[in-house]
Nanobody, 120 residues
């Protein structure tokens, strides 16, 4: 059973920063998604198992950075220059494939979600 444990969400003012962490019970292709109230889930960022390739949604490119520490089986999402529209529940996801994946259908396991709230 794959376990994903997320941490690092919270309340921050616009322009501030947060770092989310997701500890996995193995090494997988990893991604971050988010869902705001009343909206569909949205891809945020993904990273290959090796960490050598990443992918970002246009809405976060240049502000968010996904990285991983494979010795700890942990993936991070550094979020800078946060905006109120970044407010959402953020989910990490793990996939058994070998690429960087944008579609939620490519992921097999999901974390419980962590709330990020950005005040204006």
């Amino acid at each position: 059973q794959v376990q994903l444990v997320e941490s690092g969400g919270g309340l921050v003012q616009a322009g501030g920063s947060l770092r989310l962490s997701c500890a996995a019970s193995g090494r997988y292709a990893m991604g971050w998604f988010r869902q705001a109230p009343g909206k569909d889930p949205e891809f945020v960022a993904s990273i290959r198992r090796s960490g050598l390739s990443t992918s970002y949604a246009d809405s976060v490119k240049g502000r968010f950075t996904i990285s991983r520490d494979n010795a700890k089986n942990t993936v991070y999402l550094q979020m800078n220059s946060l905006k109120p529209e970044d407010t959402a529940v953020y989910y990490c996801a793990a996939g058994t494939g070998w690429g960087t994946f944008v579609s939620p259908n490519e992921y097999d396991y999901w974390g419980q979600g962590t709330q990020v709230t950005v005040s204006s």
